[in-house]
């Protein structure tokens, strides 16, 4: 996750503690973070999207952690002390007793976000989001109008979310964009930009596609329509540092952007440069993301390295609690996600950017290539930019080969 606006300003941005290391409350290193937990609390959605990674639907689905179960997990996260509690979906909403749920975990003093369709959300659900103290909500949007509608598979769609952002903004509860890069969203990334300033929406989230459930179907970005979403983005995000409205906005699922952030930055804005790429090197990107600062947990329990690796099982939290698994588990995969340097192949292993990148996006090339060391099949840097070394790292050393960590390591499917 990059936050833009902290790199392309001077201004300081929510959590630029934990992933940049300043400000108070840093830890020492971003190896040294507990994970950001996204908590699919329901698979149930009211909406058919066609790139939701759960391939979620209108229909019970058995087995989903009960309100006893979801208590004691979310005792065991308190204790675990996880810096945040991402409730998502489905659609979180649709889960039975949610405030409940979600009350219960304010009070054990977790941080809570929400990520929702925002269908549901009405002034008075928007009341009870605020009192219980949600710190975010994102809502999610694919496009304007008709597009959205078609995107969410279902006509209204797109009214209903823009109502929940004025539901959520008129009782006092940040909320946010939440978007998904495609080909289908591409077309519409100006409009959207224009939603965003005449909505006065303070925070951004342009994710980039991950081959999971329905997505695995949806058209991604060629690499040169990717470059250009980022240069749009950018010239947005610089756009409104000048008028002195600097939303928080932030890339998601993609390292190279980071990357691509400092070519743009030696071009144009070289003093930022350095700071920049301090807070960079420092956040390490995808080598302290998946399976080290964000973990996910199903609708079922199941443990995985991240929302999109549900093929990926590490453990469930109905038989061992969360933080045993997070500290124990010897998975073949997730001690490759957490070796220094990852055992990164192809491009990925030579890339001058290794510091900065983390080694891409591992489940993207896991969907692709079934190695989930392969390159990352999205990075769109090319090939000359991946030896262009700027500014200088510190040292980083060669990539090792370890044998039991290649693409012949079994699925662990416990």
């Not at 290391?21 to 040294?32: E, K, L, M």
């Not at 995107?151 to 939440?178: E, M």
């Not at 329905?214 to 008028?243: F, T």
Request: glycine share 8%; charged share 20%.
């Amino acid at each position: 996750m990059l936050n833009l606006t902290s790199l392309l300003s001077l201004t300081t941005q929510p959590a630029d503690n934990l992933r940049y290391g300043r400000g108070h409350g840093a830890p020492p290193s971003a190896t040294d973070r507990r994970p950001v937990v996204v908590w699919n609390i329901t698979r149930r959605c009211n909406l058919h999207c066609i790139h939701c990674y759960s391939d979620s639907d209108l229909r019970f689905y058995p087995g989903e952690l009960t309100d006893d179960e979801s208590h004691r997990l979310i005792d065991d996260l308190a204790d675990f002390k996880i810096p945040a509690l991402l409730l998502s979906g489905g659609e979180p909403l649709m889960r039975p007793r949610f405030f409940d749920i979600a009350r219960y975990a304010a009070q054990r003093g977790l941080r809570l976000t929400l990520s929702t369709n925002g269908t549901l959300i009405t002034p008075h659900v928007a009341e009870q989001i605020r009192s219980i103290g949600f710190s975010y909500v994102g809502i999610s949007l694919d496009g304007i109008g008709p597009a959205h509608d078609n995107f969410r598979g279902k006509s209204g769609s797109f009214n209903r979310a823009v109502a929940a952002f004025r539901a959520c903004q008129q009782v006092g509860q940040k909320v946010g964009l939440r978007l998904t890069l495609s080909r289908q969203t591409f077309s519409q990334l100006d409009q959207i930009l224009d939603f965003i300033e005449s909505e006065n929406i303070p925070r951004v989230c342009f994710y980039h596609l991950v081959y999971s459930g329905r997505g695995s179907d949806l058209a991604s970005l060629s690499h040169q329509q990717s470059r250009q979403a980022l240069d749009k983005i950018i010239n947005r995000v610089e756009k409104w540092i000048h008028q002195g409205s600097p939303r928080e906005v932030l890339t998601v699922d993609q390292p190279a952007d980071a990357a691509y952030l400092l070519l743009y930055l030696q071009k144009n804005n070289p003093s930022l440069a350095l700071r920049a790429r301090q807070m960079l090197e420092w956040n390490g990107g995808a080598a302290n993301s998946s399976g080290i600062g964000i973990a996910n947990i199903d609708s079922q329990g199941n443990v995985h390295p991240d929302q999109f690796w549900h093929s990926l099982n590490l453990g469930n939290v109905r038989h061992t609690p969360f933080s045993q698994i997070w500290r124990e588990s010897k998975d073949p995969i997730l001690l490759g996600l957490r070796s220094k340097p990852r055992p990164v192949q192809g491009r990925c292993s030579s890339c001058l950017w290794l510091p900065i990148c983390g080694g891409g996006f591992r489940v993207r090339a896991w969907q692709r290539t079934g190695n989930p060391w392969a390159e990352d099949p999205a990075c769109y840097l090319t090939d000359q930019e991946t030896q262009t070394q700027f500014p200088a790292f510190s040292h980083y050393p060669p990539t090792p080969t370890t044998p039991q960590l290649t693409n012949q390591s079994p699925i662990n499917s416990n």
